[in-house]
C-alpha cells in the first residue's frame, strides 16, 4: 500500500468548512483513496473514498488532484461533533487487502 | 440496534491469565476483523475473517486465536497476557466485496496488571 502524509493536527472554527490535507505521491493506478475518522474512544467510522474524481457524500466532499498524488477531505460545515482523528488510507478497491491506518491528523473544531 | 458490538467494555486482569473478547455484527457481513490499537493511538488490524475462514493473520503472536463459530461473531481468545497487551481492541465487520467500509464496533479496553 502507498504511505500517506497527513498534517498531526489542525483547528477549524465551528461552521467554517474543514480542508484535511493528505499527500500520498507514490500512489498506483489501482489505489483509492479512503477517509475515515476516529471520534475520542470510539471506532473508526468510514467517511468516503475516490479513485480519481472528485466525489461528495452526506458526510464530506473528496477532491483528488489531477496526478492523483494527494488529496483533500472537506467538512463542508465543521460542528463540534467533528473533532476527531481523520485518516487517509491508500489501497487497491477490492478483495481482501487490509486497512493499513497511520497517524492521521487530529482536527479540533473551536467554537 | 447496535451493528458491532463488544463485550466487555473494559477489561482488567493480571499478567499470566487467559482472556476472551467477544464480538458480534448483526449487518450480515461475511468478512470481521480484530484490530489492536496501542498506547500511542496507533491502529494495526490483527486478524481477518471471511465466512469463518482466516484471510489476514499479521504477525501475532500465536497467544492470541480468533474463534469464528459463525459469521455473525469473532471472538479473540488470549493465552498467559503480558503487560504489553495492554491496549483498546476493535472488532470490525464488512461486506465480502465492500471490504473498505468496515463498520466498527465500540472497543474493548483491556488492562493488564
Known amino acids: 500500500d502507498a504511505k500517506t502524509t497527513q498534517p498531526p493536527s489542525m483547528d477549524c472554527a465551528e461552521g467554517r468548512a474543514a480542508n484535511l490535507p493528505c499527500n500520498h505521491s507514490?500512489?498506483?493506478?489501482?489505489?483509492?483513496v479512503y477517509w475515515y475518522r476516529q471520534i475520542h474512544s470510539q471506532g473508526p467510522q468510514y467517511i468516503i473514498h475516490?479513485?480519481?474524481n472528485n466525489e461528495t457524500n452526506e458526510m464530506a466532499s473528496l477532491i483528488i488532484t489531477e496526478d492523483r498524488k494527494s488529496s483533500t477531505l472537506i467538512l463542508p460545515h465543521a460542528t463540534l461533533r467533528d473533532t476527531a482523528v481523520y485518516y487517509c488510507?491508500?489501497?487497491?478497491?477490492?478483495?481482501?487487502?487490509?486497512?493499513?491506518f497511520g497517524t492521521g491528523t487530529r482536527l479540533t473544531i473551536i467554537p | 440496534d447496535t451493528a458491532v458490538s463488544q463485550t466487555p467494555k473494559y477489561l482488567v486482569t493480571q499478567m499470566g491469565n487467559d482472556k476472551s473478547i467477544k464480538c458480534e455484527q448483526n449487518?450480515?457481513?461475511?468478512?470481521m476483523y480484530w484490530y489492536k490499537q496501542d498506547s500511542k493511538k496507533f491502529l494495526k488490524i490483527m486478524f481477518s475473517y471471511n465466512n469463518k475462514e482466516l484471510i489476514i493473520n499479521e504477525t501475532v503472536p500465536n497467544r492470541f486465536s480468533p474463534k469464528s463459530p459463525d459469521k455473525a461473531h469473532l471472538n479473540l481468545h488470549i493465552n498467559s497476557l503480558e503487560l504489553g497487551d495492554s491496549a483498546v481492541y476493535f472488532c470490525?465487520?464488512?461486506?465480502?466485496?465492500?471490504?473498505?467500509?468496515?463498520?466498527f464496533g465500540p472497543g474493548t479496553r483491556l488492562t493488564v496488571t
Open positions: 507514490t500512489i498506483s493506478g489501482n489505489e483509492y
Open positions: 470490525a465487520s464488512s461486506d465480502k466485496d465492500i471490504t473498505y467500509e468496515q463498520y
Open positions: 488510507i491508500v489501497r487497491v478497491g477490492f478483495g481482501n487487502e487490509k486497512l493499513t
Open positions: 475516490g479513485l480519481k
Open positions: 449487518l450480515g457481513h461475511d468478512t
